[in-house]
T-cell receptor, first 109, second 113 residues
Framework: RKEVEQDPGPFNVPEGATVAFNCTYS??????FFWYRQDCRKEPKLLMS???SGNEDGRFTAQLNRASQYISLLIRDSKLSDSATYLC??????????FGSGTKLNVKP | EPEVTQTPSHQVTQMGQEVILRCVPI?????FYWYRQILGQKVEFLVS????????KSEIFDDQFSVERPDGSNFTLKIRSTKLEDSAMYFC???????????FGDGTRLSIL
């Protein structure tokens, strides 16, 4: 059983589009959640933490639904530079992080 | 902006040899982590380290693996007797607290021959 599951994609969208990714987690005891982006053969880079009330950072909005055990990431006005793999991460036991396999986004001109 | 640094960027080692991967976390961070990512696969948690001891480890982190913070700045991962399947990218990360996101180094590519 996968701790964190994501649709691998790819999501192919035109510039300017709005795109949303979901991620489900299996352990209801998980404490915190994050979205990272990873460019090909590079390190993961923290995009944003996900708070229970939902949070926004510029064009990016993250939401958490504890009842259904999923988190989401919405990207508005997609840019070419948004093309990457987006990783969903869940924290368990305050010190153990589970990464999803990632959702690939291709933003096309 | 402070960053996590890892050395070497690429390590090639014969199977059965010991290898040490080095990391310098961000200076005011208290929590340190090692991850690995086999090519084309997901990032896998190996171990977390706080207050000079391991706080959590995964099933991957068996007796062949060990971590150390020898001098207050470096954080090392040792693999005692490498196997072919240890070939992967190894990422070090650090954070201020467990609920804060982690900052990753740019990784060490380990190739076992």
């Amino acid at each position: 059983r996968k701790e964190v599951e994501q649709d691998p994609g790819p999501f192919n969208v035109p510039e300017g589009a709005t795109v949303a990714f979901n991620c489900t987690y299996s352990n209801s005891a998980s404490q915190s959640f994050f979205w990272y982006r990873q460019d090909c053969r590079k390190e993961p880079k923290l995009l944003m933490s996900v708070y229970s009330s939902g949070n926004e950072d510029g064009r990016f909005t993250a939401q958490l639904n504890r009842a259904s055990q999923y988190i989401s990431l919405l990207i508005r006005d997609s840019k070419l530079s948004d093309s990457a793999t987006y990783l969903c991460v869940a924290l368990y036991n305050f010190n153990k992080f589970y990464f999803g396999s990632g959702t690939k986004l291709n933003v096309k001109p | 902006e402070p960053e996590v640094t890892q050395t070497p960027s690429h390590q090639v080692t014969q199977m059965g040899q010991e290898v040490i991967l080095r990391c310098v976390p961000i200076s005011n961070h208290l929590y340190f982590y090692w991850y690995r990512q086999i090519l084309g696969q997901k990032v896998e948690f190996l171990v977390s380290f706080y207050n000079n001891e391991i706080s959590e480890k995964s099933e991957i982190f068996d007796d062949q693996f060990s971590v150390e913070r020898p001098d207050g700045s470096n954080f090392t991962l040792k693999i005692r007797s490498t196997k072919l399947e240890d070939s992967a990218m190894y990422f070090c990360a650090s954070s201020e607290g467990t609920r804060q996101g982690q900052h990753f180094g740019d990784g060490t590519r380990l190739s076992i021959l």
